[in-house]
Nanobody, 117 residues
């Protein structure tokens, strides 16, 4: 089955940038959406951004519009460029894929992003 692995998280200062990477392995398709979600203690998992195909349509939660950019240079690779990071962006970021074509059904283990004020 498809497996996802995230990387690129770290401890940064407010205003800094990070680029998160997600790589898919196993059997994949060109038609599935991939996205990023985040979670911090005391909060439910929050949608951040997604992209439906290579060079396809993107969507972002309002709080990251203008600061984050999702890209998908290959079917099996998705990036999240995070600029002008704020302390409220702190959380564990998860990559997800809608392999079944309905909802996000494959998840990575996450990568921690901590933004100091």
């Amino acid at each position: 089955q498809v497996q996802l692995a995230e990387s690129g998280g770290g401890l940064v200062q407010a205003g800094d940038s990070l680029r998160l990477s997600c790589a898919a392995s196993g059997r994949t398709f060109s038609s599935y959406s991939m996205g990023w979600f985040r979670r911090s203690p005391g909060k439910e998992r929050e949608f951040v951004a997604d992209i439906n195909r290579v060079g396809g349509s993107t969507s972002y939660t309002n709080s990251v519009k203008g600061r984050f950019t999702i890209s998908r240079p290959k079917d099996t690779v998705v990036y999240l460029q995070m600029n002008s990071l704020k302390p409220e962006d702190t959380g564990r970021y998860y990559c997800a894929a809608a392999v079944g074509g309905i909802g996000y059904d494959v998840w990575g283990q996450g990568t921690q992003v901590t933004v100091a004020s």
